[in-house]
């Protein structure tokens, strides 16, 4: 074989690891919309009125590196989330590391009990899975006002940003990348 032959080989191969690659990136789509009443439940993070948003019966693929958004809740009675756990129907404290996962990856209760490793700022935490973020339903009661999750979010508790290093304005939003432990 010649070198040349190798060569485009070599490039065809290359190119078909991005070609897959993005793909994967993009397998997962919306589903559908839901739109908010036109008057709500007013509050920081609850649903704006006559807002319409995305919903999603999937999330990425799960890898060894999954990317991802953290975001912040509270699992305790009275928190930002709402009604108790689904994995075990019980609240849990700000102090234990726990987290939601979106609707795709919480894969029917599948991962409740499950522990995930989160990779943030060069550190790692493991972390136990105890409810859904649910992507398909929101600006209800039932998920405290607030709009469905997007389809790459781990909604985690207080102590998984503190044993991650994450504090104050970064405190939020935060990229990340999780697997299964």
């Known amino acids: 074989m010649s070198t040349t032959s190798i060569l485009v080989l070599a490039l065809a191969g290359l190119l078909l690891v991005a070609f897959s690659s993005t ?6 789509q919306p589903s559908g919309t ?11 993070e609850c649903c704006k009125p006559g807002h319409v948003y995305p919903t999603y019966q999937c999330s990425p693929p799960v890898s060894r590196h999954t990317k991802a958004v953290m975001t912040l809740n509270d ?14 129907g019980k609240y849990h404290n700000n102090t234990e590391r726990v987290v939601a996962l979106s609707t795709g990856w919480y894969n029917k209760g599948k991962r409740c009990g499950e522990y995930i490793r989160i990779n943030a700022k060069g550190r790692s935490v493991l ?3 105890v409810d859904e973020c649910d992507t398909l339903h929101g600006c209800d009661k039932p998920h405290a006002f607030q709009p469905p999750c997007p389809h790459n ?18 405190v939020g939003d935060f990229p990340i990348t999780w697997s299964d432990a």
């Open 153 to 170: 979010d781990v909604d985690a508790s207080q102590a998984v940003w503190d044993a991650l290093g994450i504090f104050g304005d970064e």
């Open 23 to 28: 793909a994967l990136a993009d397998t997962c």
């Open 127 to 129: 972390a136990k899975v």
């Open 75 to 88: 699992f305790s009675k009275g928190g930002d989330g709402g009604a108790p756990s689904e994995c075990d």
């Open 34 to 44: 839901l739109e908010s009443p036109a008057t709500g439940h007013t509050c920081d």
